[in-house]
């Protein structure tokens, strides 16, 4: 698995690569089996769609995008650290379209 920094790990995720950065964001094929501090409505839909879920961007354990093989790429509306805003920002721009919840 490479280890990039987090503008080019932002780039995997788009080709949905796993990846880990220097810091803490990191890409996992399918779920990443936490939830970590994910809002309950986000929650709810990442644990109802674990099995159309086919990649997921994390800082340490906490999903802040993933794809789903039906819907496309999803954003909980979340608001997290600077850092883990920064790293928000990098992937969005990266994907390009994907749905917020």
């Keep these: 698995m490479p280890r990039v920094n987090t ?3 932002a780039a995997l995720a788009a080709q949905r690569v796993p990846f880990t ?3 803490s964001l990191s890409g996992v094929a399918g779920t990443s089996g936490t ?5 309950a409505d986000a ?4 644990g109802d769609r674990a ?14 995008a993933w794809h789903d093989d039906a819907l496309g ?15 928000q920002g990098a ?4 994907l390009g379209q994907y749905v917020t919840v």
């Design 51 to 64: 099995n159309h879920i086919t990649f997921t961007v994390l800082p340490y354990a906490t999903p802040i």
């Design 73 to 87: 790429w999803i954003f909980p509306a979340a608001r997290y650290s600077v850092t883990t805003s920064k790293q």
């Design 21 to 23: 950065t220097h810091g």
């Design 91 to 94: 992937v969005r721009a990266a």
């Design 7 to 9: 503008r080019q790990g």
């Design 35 to 39: 939830f970590g501090y994910l809002p």
């Design 43 to 46: 929650r709810n839909l990442y």
